[in-house]
């Protein structure tokens, strides 16, 4: 699946003549959102129409309605799927997002070019995804670092230990996220975070993403120390934002900042 992701990725580059124009945003910070969350464990809360494994996840979808349900409810962050093709997803939906909410909006799209970052930085995100794997791990740290040059941070996903391995022995970004989902089988294992926690650098903030549905799940990731969660499905699938994150969070209060 992934392989067939980038081919696309490949062509939409070379398309990707004309860059948006810049927008004017303020920033927010993912690394300090994820630092100092609202519950036990933060939240960054995925706007996403359709998936590969799924199909559509929600008919009814009004990305900005969602983006800022999902702020209401104590999101500590957003993601933002912007890959058309396969995700049902749009860098506009980003765009009119980050003019609506105060967190810190996510691009989570497949970005192998330094063009892609360059739009990513236009459409006024605070952050965007890096997938180890997608890219030789020497070029990806080429993309890191441009990134940040440019004010954008990174979340830079792994989806087995060896990608780990084979990550940190080039260099430690200060976000990591182990995905717990299998892109041959689509199949979802809390387990992937489990096996690879104790390998995560001290510094670096850890996020756990795909397949979190429940207040167990939260406490299991939470457990071996992850920072973070990404959830996408079992928040789009809820009645409201703000209903499926108190769910999510089995009711747990958002921590007074006093
Ligand atoms: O979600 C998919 O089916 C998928 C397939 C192929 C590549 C990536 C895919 N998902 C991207 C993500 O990582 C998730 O959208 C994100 O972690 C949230 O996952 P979930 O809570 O399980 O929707």
Redesign the pocket.
Known sequence: ??EK?LETKRQEIVQLTTLPEQINVRHFSLFEALSHPNRSVGLIA?V?KA????GI?REDFEPVTIATGYEKGGADAI?V?TDVS??QGHRDYLTAIKQEVSIPVMR?DFIIDKKQIDETKRIGADAMLLIVGTVPVEDLKQLYDYAYSIGLECLV?VHAKEELVELLACFTPKIIGV?N?N?KT?E?SLSQTEEMASLIPEGSLFVS????FHREDIERVGKVGASGI?????L?RAESPEVGIAALFGGEAIASSS
Do not use: A, H, Q
Not at 51 to 54: A, V
Not at 209 to 212: C, K, M, Q, V, Y
């Open positions: 699946m992934l992701i995925e996403k998936s590969p494994s799924k996840i993601s799927l396969y995700f989570k996903e995905n989902r892109l689509f979802t993403e795909s397949g979190i990404l959830v996408g499905e079992s789009m």
